[in-house]
């Protein structure tokens, strides 16, 4: 059986604990306490980090790629585009994500300055700004289908208030995509206790 070592508030572990929950499938959940991370995760990540998915001898520390392991092991429902060329797409917006947006995350979790943190707050709120427009003509990030790219957004997402991000009346499409994302049962389901209370 799979299992997977995830921090109860992080939300790149977050993110996994979807993926897992929307697939239905049989796994475990180690909870590793992020202040003491060090003495759980060391021996199987070198990075010494969550989250970590341990599928028998396999091994895997990056959000990305567990959860595209997932999807490629159990591909119902299917979250990654079927077609190659879509694919590419969707792992290149993803990698865009990463770079413009989900990096400045770890700037929120990690930072002990405010200078940096309301910095990292500027930009993410900046950047869902200017995704609020794709929202408003279709439904999920790549279109009409749920997929991986959502699943990355979501865990954001849940956490503005929690993070002390306000966004402006021009992001409204942003904030009823993130309700459509927050009633599907997998992200019910993947909600730690500690989540459920980062809203009111």
């Known amino acids: 059986m799979m299992n997977l070592y995830s921090g109860s508030v992080d939300p790149f572990s977050h993110r996994c604990r979807i993926v897992l929950y929307e697939k239905g499938m049989d796994f475990e959940v180690t909870d590793v306490d992020l202040l003491d991370k060090q ?3 060391a021996r199987i990540n070198p990075y010494g980090r969550v989250p970590v998915l341990v599928d028998r001898e396999l091994v895997l520390f990056e959000p990305n790629i ?18 190659p060329i879509l694919r590419a797409r969707a792992r290149q917006l993803l990698q865009t994500l990463e770079n413009e947006l989900f ?5 929120l979790e990690d930072a002990q300055e405010e200078a940096p943190r309301e910095q ?4 993410i709120r900046d950047q869902l700004v200017q995704l609020a427009p794709i929202l ?6 790549f279109g009409e289908d749920y997929s991986m790219i959502d699943v990355a957004m979501a865990p954001l997402l849940w956490r503005l208030e929690h993070y002390g991000i306000t ?9 009823k995509y993130a309700e459509r994302l927050f ?3 997998g992200f019910i389901d993947a909600l730690s206790p500690a989540e459920k ?3 009111k």
């Open 197 to 199: 209370l980062m809203r």
């Open 103 to 107: 990096r400045h995350m770890r700037a």
């Open 183 to 185: 009633s599907r049962q």
């Open 39 to 41: 003495a759980d995760v």
């Open 167 to 175: 966004l402006p009346s021009a992001a409204s499409p942003i904030m």
């Open 120 to 123: 990292a707050r500027q930009t």
């Open 136 to 141: 408003s003509r279709q439904k999920y990030l």
């Open 66 to 83: 567990i959860n595209e392991y997932i999807d490629e092991r159990f591909p119902h429902p299917q979250l990654m585009p079927p077609d």
